[in-house]
């Protein structure tokens, strides 16, 4: 390495190639804004990282504190974990998307942690700055690991309950004040060589990011997923201010503001402020049962009534939801959507900003099935659309369709924006079984009288119902 570190031209090259890295991150991020083009953003970010990480490699900074041998241990652990990402991105299904990505955001909080951890015991004395931004990017690291972990373990069904007390929520607020306390108690020493009060305050910044996350239900899994996205950015961020990597300043700071944004964007379609989501206990336990419906009977109709009824309609709007994520059904809804088209049926869907486990869920299914993205209507371009439909089919979709939001001040979801699809002349719900969805509330929708009900798993009725137009 030392005739490459002695190059005259080497730190020119270095912060051209974080230039050039900022804007691969910056033009990927703006790519993966629409469907069409998130692939290629994906590859542009990735391109930036990869630009980051080898010219890191050759830092000046970097050869001159870091020894040979270390330099195969980071290349060791590289490959095992790009080898352990690339097999486990390959066979995740796509169900299980929401998990891994909280499960590799909440590495990312921990690795922000991690070298925070390395600079407060590794090192006895720093200029107070970097110590506030060391303890900064330490607090924020644990809480989205520990808190990430929590909503991997919620989402994969390893945490059914959600515990909710005052009690809980106080003994949280004391030990973040412990946290805050400790943590300007070492920045005003201006050393790091309390062993026993760093180990204290790491241990105690996971504890608030589990208690922080425990009392949350399901419903708000996708906000939260993406705060703590946000979160993990802006640790990387402050720790790239300690180790003066401009590529982690940018990388963190991008992440950062870009979480930051898409959690207020899903705060906001779901009509609470962000500090309702994380502090009231909203949402209901993931296994809690339905309480009975009002306003009428179910009506079940069979796959042949359900082909009749589409056939013959005008317009048709579907609501995916993530009962057809789990039946993997898009590639057979979209193969319907041809054969409706193909009868003069306009076929549009309409995606609910929080249908599905995390942002943009439905979207990226519905891109796998290669439906083309003028197909799809946010929320407000459909509720305007959905008065003059003449069928809707509701696949797998539950809390964002409920009409109970609209008028239950007592419901957990009251308030939340959710699609009007009672106000279609007929309503189609395609679903396994009652069960009432994330927040655990029966949805009044089901026992409507324009609303029929077709039982069974998503893919199979959507092949079933396919066939019998084919039939007709």
Known sequence: ???????????????????????????????????????????WAGAGMLVATLFSF????MGQHVPAVNYVLMIIAMAVGG???WYSGRRVAMTSMPQMIALYNGMGGGAAACIAAVELFGAEHHQRSVLALAVLGAIIGAVSFSGSLIAFGKLQGLI?????????????????????????????????????LLTAFFLAALVVGILTTLPIGGADMPVVISLYNALTGLAVAFEGFVLQNAAMIIAGTVVGAAGGMLTQLMAKSMNRPLTNVLFAGFGADEGAQAVGGEGGALKPIDVTDAAVMMAF??????????GMAVAQAQHKVWELVQMLMDR????????????????????VLLAEAEVPYEKLMDRHETNNELDRADCVIVLGANDVVNPVARKDVASPIKGMPILDVDKAGTVMVIKRSLNPGFAGVDNELFY?????????????????????????
């Not at 309950?161 to 400790?182: E, P």
Request: net charge positive.
């Open 1 to 43: 390495m030392g005739n490459i570190l002695a190059w005259p031209y080497l730190g020119t090259v270095i912060n051209a190639s974080y230039f050039v890295t900022a804007y691969l991150f910056i033009m990927g991020l703006k790519r993966m804004s629409s469907p069409k083009t998130a692939r290629g953003g994906i590859l």
């Open 160 to 196: 059914r309950k959600s515990l909710r007390s005052k009690v809980l929520q106080i003994v949280n607020l004391l030990i973040f004040i412990a946290v805050v306390a400790m943590a300007i108690s070492v920045v005003v020493a201006g050393n790091s060589d309390n062993m026993p």
């Open 58 to 61: 050759v830092n000046p900074a």
């Open 83 to 85: 080898g352990l990402a």
């Open 448 to 472: 409507m009288d324009n609303t029929a009900m077709v039982f069974g798993d998503g893919k199979k009725t959507i092949q079933a119902i396919t066939e019998a137009m084919k039939a007709s």
């Open 313 to 322: 309609a005008n317009k048709v709007i579907i609501v995916p939801g993530y």
């Open 344 to 363: 003069d049926v306009t076929v549009k869907f309409a995606i609910h900003p929080v249908a599905g486990r995390m942002p943009g869920h439905m979207n």
